[in-house]
């Protein structure tokens, strides 16, 4: 195996600081010094990812670099650590493709500590058409739960819901039974968005002015991936007693808002992150979303691309231009 090498995409800096991408050939020599050894099946694109890759947003703190926050593979060696070879696993976050090499590479070594067991009755490719996207969009799910929003409180909002994290949300939601409103900056996705179960559609454009702090309430939850003014407007709207998890920062990672959504109807702000979240809550969120998300609407949501497309793909997704989940196949 060490002798025999492999392909990665690679980020490294100019003199300039440009970020530039290429496929390498690597050995696992040149794999970081971490105790599993992972034959990488698939990983995928998130915002985050668009934004390493396209050297948009400050992603990467170590060069060259290996991004992709999610991977899911088999174990080649395990080390120390109670993974044996051939288990399946999965792992997103914990600050891989940021901090840590990650999933654009045929081959990768990570920390055991890092690693969930693929659920039982998920493939590979679709662990990876959730990814940490899906993930974050079931812990949303859960906040918007444990906030008290059954399906018979009212309407929940899901905003950016095209993109990776609102597509998982708007088809969990329903499949759930909720009644759920899509906001959505294109046309070109209503179609898609009534097949994952949405039962109402906004455009962002009707959702853009700046809100007074308290409008007509009409969500009795909400799950937002774009942050700004829009965030403020859902707070605006939200019920008594609603619920608001915020995931996201698409738009604006600024919040213009007022208390009086929370001083006067006693709406929950409930912040969501899925890069560290503990295992215990992980492995509940997996097994929740292996059981709870139909099959086709994980084909419905996902495209499969090669490593070869994924500088093209990270561009698209910065510019909001990607509908759903983009897989990305390491054997391809
Ligand atoms: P995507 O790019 O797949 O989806 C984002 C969507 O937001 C777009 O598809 C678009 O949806 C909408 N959007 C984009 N730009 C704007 C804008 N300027 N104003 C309003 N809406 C916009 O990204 P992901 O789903 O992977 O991630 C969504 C957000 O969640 C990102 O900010 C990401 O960083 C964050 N995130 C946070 C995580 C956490 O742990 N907290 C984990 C994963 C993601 P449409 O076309 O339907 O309008």
């Keep these: 195996m060490t002798d025999s090498t492999f392909k990665a995409l690679l980020l490294r800096q100019d003199e300039a600081g440009k970020t530039c991408a290429t496929i390498e050939q690597l050995t696992t020599a040149d794999l970081p010094d971490e105790q599993v050894l992972i034959r990488v099946e698939y990983s995928s694109l998130n915002y985050k990812d668009g934004l390493a890759v396209s050297g948009t947003g400050k992603i ?41 090499w990650g999933g654009y590479s045929q081959f990768q070594r990570v920390r055991p500590e890092w690693l969930v067991p693929l659920a039982q009755n998920l493939t590979g490719l679709q662990a990876m058409a959730i990814g940490t996207a899906g993930l974050t969009a079931m812990l949303c799910v859960m ?6 929003v059954k399906p018979d409180s009212g309407t929940v909002v899901v905003s950016g819901a095209a ?6 949300a708007v088809a969990l939601l329903a499949n759930l039974g909720y009644r759920v409103a899509a906001i959505t900056g294109r046309e070109s996705t209503h179609t898609y968005l009534k097949q994952l179960g949405a039962s109402q559609i906004l455009s962002r454009e009707e959702m853009a002015a700046r809100p007074r702090p308290l409008e007509k309430s009409r ?26 998890a915020a995931c996201g920062l698409a738009g604006d990672y600024k919040l213009p808002s007022t208390v009086m959504p929370f001083i006067l109807r006693n709406v929950r702000l409930q912040g969501v992150d899925s890069v560290m979240c503990p ?12 059981s709870e998300l139909p099959q086709e609407m994980l084909t419905a949501i996902n495209q499969v691309v090669s490593l070869e497309q994924i500088p093209e793909r990270a561009d698209a997704i910065i510019k909001g231009q990607v509908q759903g989940r983009v897989v990305v196949d390491l054997q391809l």
């Design 163 to 168: 993109g990776g994290v609102g597509s998982v």
């Design 60 to 100: 990467v703190l170590n060069w060259p670099m290996v991004p992709g926050i999610d991977l899911v593979g088999t174990v080649v060696d395990g080390g120390e650590s109670d993974y044996q070879a051939g288990d399946q696993v999965v792992l997103t976050g914990w600050s891989v493709g940021e901090k840590y």
């Design 279 to 290: 295992v215990a809550r992980r492995l509940q969120a997996w097994n929740r979303l292996a």
């Design 143 to 148: 906040a918007l739960e444990e906030g008290g």
């Design 219 to 244: 969500w009795a939850g909400a799950i937002d991936t774009v942050g700004g003014e829009l965030l403020s407007r859902l707070l605006a709207e939200s019920d008594y007693g609603a619920t608001v």
